[in-house]
Each structure stands twice: as structure tokens, then as C-alpha cells.
Nanobody, 123 residues
Framework: QVTLVESGGGLVQAGGSLRLSCAAS????????MGWFRQAPGKEREFVGA????????YYADSVKGRFTISRDNAKNTVYLQMNSLKPEDTAAYYC????????????????WGQGTQVTVSS
């Protein structure tokens, strides 16, 4: 069992930056690939990016490529999402997920989810 807790969301002006964190419980964090997704009101959950177990491989949605960076610290059981050059269309609840295998953008294959953290970007 893995419990995920996101933090770091908030209100930011367009062009600003935020760093989200996702802290995981348990001693097996390094055996999970991790993903970030987001969901705006009235829209489906959207893939943002994913990172492999060791952190050596990352994969991003085209909409955030070059602006967002995923990293992880397995010693701290934490995955991060650094968001730069934020746009109003980035406004959403952001969720992290954990998967036993590399599943990339396939939300339905993630085994565990956090409760989400809200990001609001004002214009």
C-alpha cells in the first residue's frame, strides 16, 4: 500500500512558477514509476508527465514540454513537478500517481493516487 500526498499548489500570476511535491509513504517508493496528471473543472484528467523508477527517464505532454520538469528523490520518497512560465490554461487540480511498471500517460494503469493540489494561474 502506498499513500501519496501532494502539496505546493496555490495561486500564481501568469508567467510565474510553482513547485509541486508528492510525498509517498512506505519503503518501496523507488520501485514505482510516478506520474503527474491534472484535471480542470468539467474536463477529463489529463496527463502532464511521468518519471521512471530511477529518475533516468522522463516523458511529458506536449502542452507542458519545455516548461515543466519532473524529478524525484528516492531517499526522501518524493517526486516533484517544477512548473515554469505558467499559463491560465494550466489551472487545474494536480494529482500524482504511482505505478509498479512504466505506464507513462495511461492513467487507468496507475495503482495509487494522491488527493490532489489546486493550481490557479491568473491572467
Amino acid at each position: 500500500q502506498v499513500t501519496l500526498v501532494e502539496s505546493g499548489g496555490g495561486l500564481v500570476q501568469a508567467g510565474g512558477s510553482l513547485r509541486l511535491s508528492c510525498a509517498a509513504s512506505g519503503r518501496t517508493f523507488s520501485t514505482y514509476s510516478m506520474g503527474w496528471f491534472r484535471q480542470a473543472p468539467g474536463k477529463e484528467r489529463e496527463f502532464v508527465g511521468a518519471i521512471a523508477r530511477s529518475g533516468g527517464t522522463t516523458y511529458y505532454a506536449d502542452s507542458v514540454k519545455g516548461r515543466f520538469t519532473i524529478s524525484r528523490d528516492n531517499a526522501k520518497n518524493t517526486v516533484y513537478l517544477q512548473m515554469n512560465s505558467l499559463k491560465p490554461e494550466d489551472t487545474a487540480a494536480y494529482y500524482c500517481g504511482a505505478a509498479r511498471y512504466w505506464v507513462g500517460a495511461h492513467a487507468e494503469l496507475y495503482d495509487y493516487w494522491g488527493q490532489g493540489t489546486q493550481v490557479t494561474v491568473s491572467s
